[in-house]
């Protein structure tokens, strides 16, 4: 149970890196809070998890914990987004439309 526990926990560790990362990267606001909400959700659940893995004195504590993180989280970012599009944040435009150009890129006429 103790090495499940580790496990979860540098799995949720790394998780929360690529949240972040993420965040950091990502050009506007929708985009982030995507990347942000998902990566930071799984996170959360490993770590959690881990946490009651390796202490089983408190895996009905942290189960009750990840089942309100998995009602609320969703919520919270649905919340964020649409205050986002309300407020007339602008969306990141693509400078090449790559749909545009027929698959393969070439104009077999």
Same mark, same amino acid.
Request: no cysteine; glycine share 12%.
């Given at each position: 149970?103790?090495?499940?526990?580790? *496990? #979860?926990?540098?799995?949720?560790?790394?998780? !929360?890196? #690529?949240? %972040? $990362? &993420? +965040?950091?990267?990502?050009?506007?606001?929708?985009?982030?809070?995507?990347? %942000? /909400?998902?990566? *930071? /959700? $799984?996170?959360?659940?490993? #770590? +959690?998890?881990?946490? &009651?893995?390796?202490? =089983?004195?408190? $895996?009905?504590? /942290?189960?009750? +914990?990840?089942?309100? $993180?998995? +009602? /609320?989280? =969703?919520?919270?970012?649905?919340?964020?987004?649409?205050?986002? !599009?309300?407020? &007339?944040?602008? *969306?990141?435009? #693509?400078?090449?439309?790559?749909?545009?150009? =027929?698959?393969?890129?070439?104009?077999?006429?």
């Amino acid at each position: 149970m103790i090495i499940l526990g580790n *496990t #979860l926990i540098i799995i949720g560790s790394i998780f !929360y890196f #690529l949240g %972040g $990362l &993420g +965040i950091f990267r990502m050009p506007d606001v929708f985009n982030r809070l995507q990347a %942000g /909400t998902k990566a *930071t /959700t $799984l996170g959360s659940f490993s #770590l +959690i998890l881990g946490v &009651g893995f390796a202490n =089983p004195q408190w $895996l009905l504590k /942290t189960l009750l +914990i990840v089942v309100f $993180l998995a +009602i /609320t989280n =969703p919520v919270g970012s649905s919340a964020l987004a649409r205050a986002s !599009y309300k407020r &007339g944040v602008k *969306t990141y435009k #693509l400078k090449i439309n790559e749909m545009k150009e =027929p698959m393969g890129g070439e104009n077999n006429d």
